[in-house]
């Protein structure tokens, strides 16, 4: 036999754990989630199969040069970093990033650029000058000689398109690090 305190403590539990649930799927939904890299296209800054945690509040007027993030696609969703902004004149003239004529320093490429000397390669070909529209973003993934991004198959990014911004590795435990 089951008492009225009981009985009240039960549905006590049942009501919060439904609010707990509920409060984690808006969390989840609308403010940030995790997802899993798939691919080589962002080596060496993230490897395939890590989890990211994505920072959905990060408004798309807020992402700036360098930014890591979540694109949705049509059947998938893809990880890349921003490179151009609305208004931004790209060019790529003998593995040098040109923004609005101006050499961009690419640190994070160091070691990919290095692999890329050592089979006789450019990192990235030559391409541009080309204007980003507005509310638009031109990104391309790290690993320059294994990515599909804005040069060669997604296209100039809609700010709508963009789900939200890394901000770290969460998963495995033993790599657990910000995202840069």
Same mark, same amino acid.
């Given at each position: 036999?089951?008492?009225?305190?009981?009985?009240? +403590?039960?549905?006590?539990?049942?009501?919060?754990?439904?609010?707990? !649930?509920?409060?984690?799927?808006?969390?989840?939904?609308?403010?940030?989630?995790?997802?899993?890299?798939?691919? $080589?296209?962002? *080596?060496?800054?993230?490897?395939?199969? +890590?989890?990211?945690?994505?920072?959905?509040?990060? &408004?798309?007027?807020?992402?700036?040069r360098g930014d890591?993030?979540?694109? =949705?696609?049509?059947?998938?969703? &893809?990880?890349?970093?921003?490179?151009?902004?609305?208004?931004?004149?790209? *060019?790529? =003239?003998?593995?040098?990033?040109?923004?609005?004529? +101006?050499?961009?320093?690419? $640190?994070?490429?160091?070691?990919?650029?290095?692999? !890329? =000397?050592?089979?006789?390669?450019?990192?990235?070909?030559?391409?541009?000058?080309?204007?980003?529209? $507005? $509310?638009? &973003?031109?990104?391309?993934?790290?690993?320059?000689? =294994?990515?599909?991004?804005?040069?060669?198959?997604?296209?100039?990014?809609?700010?709508?398109?963009?789900?939200?911004?890394?901000?770290?590795?969460? &998963?495995?435990?033993?790599?657990?690090?910000?995202?840069?």
């Amino acid at each position: 036999m089951v008492s009225s305190n009981s009985k009240k +403590e039960f549905v006590g539990w049942g009501k919060s754990l439904v609010i707990a !649930a509920g409060m984690a799927a808006l969390i989840r939904t609308f403010l940030f989630s995790p997802y899993i890299v798939e691919g $080589a296209s962002m *080596e060496p800054t993230l490897h395939n199969q +890590e989890k990211i945690f994505v920072n959905k509040v990060y &408004y798309s007027s807020q992402f700036t040069r360098g930014d890591i993030v979540i694109i =949705k696609g049509s059947t998938e969703n &893809y990880v890349k970093r921003v490179i151009g902004k609305p208004g931004d004149t790209i *060019e790529m =003239k003998d593995d040098q990033l040109l923004i609005n004529g +101006e050499p961009y320093k690419e $640190a994070y490429l160091s070691e990919n650029r290095k692999e !890329a =000397k050592s089979i006789g390669s450019k990192l990235t070909g030559d391409f541009g000058p080309i204007v980003v529209p $507005a $509310a638009n &973003y031109f990104v391309m993934g790290d690993n320059r000689l =294994k990515s599909m991004d804005s040069r060669n198959g997604l296209g100039f990014i809609k700010q709508s398109e963009i789900i939200g911004k890394s901000e770290f590795v969460i &998963y495995p435990f033993s790599d657990i690090r910000t995202v840069k």
